[in-house]
């Protein structure tokens, strides 16, 4: 059974810095392209990054504006979010997501997100 | 960008109802189209993949159709577990969601 298990969020203060990682299991973790998708409380869904099978290239969401950095350790079979000088309207759950697919990947597992709560 | 728009954003039924949600892209897609379930305090749930295929272990009353710009989801005979919210996302270049569609119980 695929399984995604988010973890490091907690509340920051705004300009700090927060680590997630996302530990993988029940699957070849460095076959799939992996992503961080977050939802603002009450919100919609929003992509962040996501990053390749072997780590060589990642892509963002234009406006993280090098903020976040996305990066992954297939041999701990894990998935890291970096976050830099995080805002208010960072706070969100935090999800990673396995990517499918051939010339075009979907997201077709899910964790059960990490809670980021940026507030002074 | 590519935008995504669903409607209507609230939606009443009863069970047993057939239900549509609509999707649609600000420029074409092709059929890079993607449907989420998600119930409150849970993370989503893949349902529809390229616009019509439906995933392993969802129910067949679960439909998908559509090309281009516009897309539907199709419930056909609502089921208790199906209220929830609906989210479209499109994969033809980089990812965005629509803003979701809430179904309740009426």
Known sequence: EVQLAESGGGLVQPGG????????????????????????????LEWLANVKQDGSKQYYLESLKGRFTISRDNARKSLYLQMNSLR????????????????????????????????? | DIQMTQSPST?????????????????????WLAWYQQKPGKAPKLLIYKASSVESGVPSRFSGSGSGTE????????????????????????????QGTKLEIK
């Open chain 1, 17 to 44: 810095s927060l680590r997630l990682s996302c530990a993988a299991s029940g699957f070849t973790f460095s076959g799939y392209w992996m992503s961080w998708v977050r939802q603002a409380p009450g919100k919609g």
């Open chain 1, 88 to 120: 208010a309207e960072d706070t969100a759950i935090y999800y990673c997501a396995r990517g499918v697919g051939v010339k075009s990947i979907y997201f077709d597992s899910w964790g059960q997100g990490s809670l980021v709560t940026v507030s002074s």
């Open chain 2, 11 to 31: 939606l009443s039924a009863s069970v047993g109802d057939s239900v549509t949600i609509t999707c649609r892209a600000s420029q074409n897609i092709n059929d």
């Open chain 2, 71 to 98: 897309f539907t989801l199709t419930i056909s005979s609502l089921q208790p577990d199906d209220f929830a919210t609906y989210y479209c996302q499109q994969y033809e270049f980089y990812y965005t969601f629509g």
